[in-house]
Nanobody, 123 residues
Framework: QVQLVESGGGLVQPGGSLTLSCAAS????????MGWYRQAPGKQRELVAV??????????AAVKGRLTISRDHPENTVYAVYLRMSSLKPDDTAVYYC??????????????WGQGTHVTVSS
């Protein structure tokens, strides 16, 4: 069993900062990739940023230079990914979802999603 738990969303003023956290726990053999997606009202879910097993990162053009993704392995059975957001704009308002591509057996990988955390950028 694997669980993804997100935290850190909230209300922030334009130009402000916020950090999202996501912890994946359970029977995890390895992390292939972890990332963040977002879905704004009336829009499709889109990739925000992803970090691969080799540490390489990829960002959506709209967030480059403002958002930073990082990863950690704080405990033996927990893998974490963070999204540090700065210079936030109203267009960043969305539900942010953590995604993890995890190897859960020696030969099998699965895709997991968090429950979503709301980020509202407004004055």
């Amino acid at each position: 069993q694997v669980q993804l738990v997100e935290s850190g969303g909230g209300l922030v003023q334009p130009g402000g900062s916020l950090t999202l956290s996501c912890a994946a726990s359970g029977t995890i053999f390895a992390v292939n990739a972890m990332g963040w997606y977002r879905q704004a009202p009336g829009k499709q879910r889109e990739l925000v940023a992803v970090v691969s097993s080799d540490g390489s990162t990829n960002y959506a053009a709209a967030v480059k230079g403002r958002l930073t993704i990082s990863r950690d392995h704080p405990e033996n059975t927990v893998y974490a990914v963070y999204l540090r957001m700065s210079s936030l704009k109203p267009d960043d308002t969305a539900v942010y979802y953590c995604n993890a591509d995890l190897r859960v057996t020696y030969t099998h990988s699965s895709d997991y999603w968090g429950q979503g955390t709301h980020v509202t950028v407004s004055s």
